[in-house]
């Protein structure tokens, strides 16, 4: 292996491997779990610059991924190598929300497909995160599937585009040996879009204008795109009585149900199996989601509670309480009921305003309460923005499902230019395009294609 690394680095190239959290990986061969430290040494012998690291097994043995990435980045910091550590926990556990101080990056999905209806879904579940992501830990919506020969050029566009701008790493799957790949390497060798991927701020763009603007659309994480998973995360957030996300019924029967939605709050049970895992040593996430779900195998126990006079809210599945927990990202989850974690793991429901408030009081808030993420809200077209290093902004134009020939136009303020007039740069087509003053438009946008202006304050 390190004859073969030192020939990608003759090539100008780096070398990446597989792993997994797990003592056999996906494909059945030995993974890392109870070795990292000495893989982690070897890597750094090799000349390693990248590890990929999965997340299969047996849930029972390997226990919650919280604990076993955060082992193997330990591992890599004590390697005496820089080693890009990359996660592939499939978004099960909402990474997102702790993997933050973990990894370089995240999968912020399950495996993306080569057809169109996979690549939105990625786009629309990450971007619900964005605000998770920064320098240093990237959210990472799967590989590219540019240049495999089944999007069409309008789709390839959109595709490497939002992965560029929403900064997740630009991972090239196809073949360099056969002609659609060889076709689309203009696209991905395209110097100023791979320069506003690679820009130092590091923050995603994320969605600022939908048209028409439609209620929220449920979508999952699932990469099958077929048959996507609903449940939404949950999360503690600044009080508001007038947010329909932090308002529950809790029943008489033991379910807690949100006003708004008719969701229930249930343990988000997937990667155990059918509620099959050790609780034990489990650090189960907590979703709102569909109530009585006939595909659930955990009898709907997973959704039942019991609310202590202590303020502790116990799950009828794991006989687990409601916690606040990941690193300060302030997820919810349930973990064993414990002494140590009670200030993690209290709650006073407040029956007239249906909240329930937690004892966490992050910095700047005065009382935070369970709460759920807001369902995506996209349209026919759509844009795009974030903030560059230098001042700039990038503005991607989209067209999702409008017919050909779309316009699209929002004021400058939208996407975050702060000056009446902006310069304004074509990235894909690497020209300028004037000034524009008081809004900007992208105009005469085929089916699933793009636009992506640098727009400079002037």
Known sequence: MAALADYAHSLNLKFGLYSSNSPKTCAGRPGSFGYEYQDARTYAKWGVS?????????????????????????????????????????????????????????RTTYDIQNMWECVIPHVDWTNIFAKFSGPGHFPDMDILEVGNGVLTPEEERAHFSLWAVMKSPLLVSCDLSTAPCRASLPLLLSKEVLAISQDPLGVPAVRVFASPDPPGIPFGKSGTCGKEELPQNTVIAPCDATDPLQTWDLLQNGTIVMKATGECLQLDSGQGGCCAQDWSVWTNNVASSLCNDPASCCNSHQELWSYTPGGLLLNNASQQCLTVHAGGMHNVGASPCTLALQGLQTWDFRANTGQFVSSVVPPGSVDSCLARTP?????????????LQNGDVVALFFNRNAPAGANITVTLSTTGIKTPSARVRDVLNSRDLGVASGTISATNLGVHDVAVFRLTPV
């Open 375 to 387: 369902e995506v809200r996209g349209g026919a077209t759509e844009v795009f923005a974030g903030p």
């Open 50 to 106: 990248l590890l990929k690291y999965d997340n299969c097994g047996d849930q029972n043995t390997i226990g919650p991924p919280e604990r076993g990435y955060s082992v193997m980045r330990d591992a890599l910091n004590a390697s005496g190598r820089q080693i890009y550590f990359a996660a592939c926990e499939w978004a099960v556990d909402f990474p997102s929300t702790w993997m933050g101080p973990v990894a370089n990056s995240w």
